[in-house]
């Protein structure tokens, strides 16, 4: 079990959650990680709105 209050276990997801988003949305910011996730899902079918 985690040693963080529940509150603080929500706001942590939720600030990667922004993270995760800022990073999808501004392409100067290339992550190789999401590209690399994106490839595979297309590969197989998914798209990151059918997740």
Known sequence: MPNYRFNKQVAIV???MCLHNFIQ???????????ESEQRDQDHGMTSQGR
Do not use: E, L, M, W
Request: no cysteine; proline share 7%.
């Open 14 to 16: 939720i600030a990667t």
């Open 25 to 35: 949305r501004h392409p100067s910011r290339v992550d190789i990680d999401f590209s």
